[in-house]
């Protein structure tokens, strides 16, 4: 299994520009999140879903977008970058909401 | 919010020393979750421990957890240079399921 993949690792964006970071699966996991991960700031959650066609907001939302098509691909969408969004993104995977999360690597942003 | 806020931020110990890092936290929970994240790296789960349990084992790492208190500790016996990383505990958020994480326990150990 290759866990949870996470593409691109690195990315600059211009601000203004959208762009989609994407987010993968293949363990069968019900529950999907995305968080930010800043300096000093711990991570914190910004979109979740509990199976496909689910989703629902975290802490910080307000930029973001995400969909769930398929129990498999959670992908997260900045509407129109802005400086305050460079950040390091995860997405992880479990079971079920209450079970062990296993973390992607992570994608390195920076938006200019 | 943050729902678990561990302590201290940072800890700095000698390689064979025991660390100790705490989690405290506001609502009440079922479940409490110790993850371990090295440099530019994803995190990696440690141990869960749940409501009706007060303490854990795995290897050298050890947790408590005391609901009366709403708190859990995270013990590393005979640290290594290896367990320097950053520590991180999650609950729910709020008395909803969705786990939340603190801001971190930054461990460095000294070869």
């Known amino acids: 299994n290759a866990g949870v993949t996470q593409t691109p690792k690195f990315q600059v964006l211009k601000t203004g520009q959208s762009m989609t970071l994407q987010c993968a699966q293949d363990m069968n996991h019900e529950y999907m999140s995305w968080y930010r991960q800043d300096p000093g700031m711990g991570l914190r959650l910004i979109h979740y879903s509990v199976g496909a066609g689910i989703t629902d907001q975290g802490e910080v939302p307000n930029g973001y977008n995400v969909s769930r098509s398929t129990t498999e691909d959670f992908p997260l969408r900045l509407l129109s970058a802005a400086p305050s969004q460079t950040s390091v993104y995860f997405c992880a995977s479990s079971p079920q909401v209450t079970d062990t999360q296993y973390f992607g690597p992570g994608t390195r942003l920076t938006v200019l | ?111």
């Open chain 2, 1 to 111: 919010s943050q729902q678990g806020e561990e302590d201290p931020q940072a800890l700095s110990i000698q390689e064979g020393e025991n660390a100790t890092m705490n989690c405290s936290y506001k609502t009440s929970i079922n479940n409490l979750q110790w993850y371990r994240q090295n440099s530019g790296r994803g995190l990696v789960h440690l141990i869960l421990i749940r409501s009706n349990e007060r303490e854990k084992h795995s290897g050298r790492l050890r947790v408590t957890l005391d609901t009366s208190k709403k708190s859990s500790s995270l013990l590393i016996t005979a640290s290594r240079a290896a367990d320097t990383a950053s520590y991180f505990c999650a609950t729910e958020a709020g008395g909803s399921y969705i786990p939340t994480f603190g801001r971190g326990t930054s461990l460095i150990v000294h070869p």
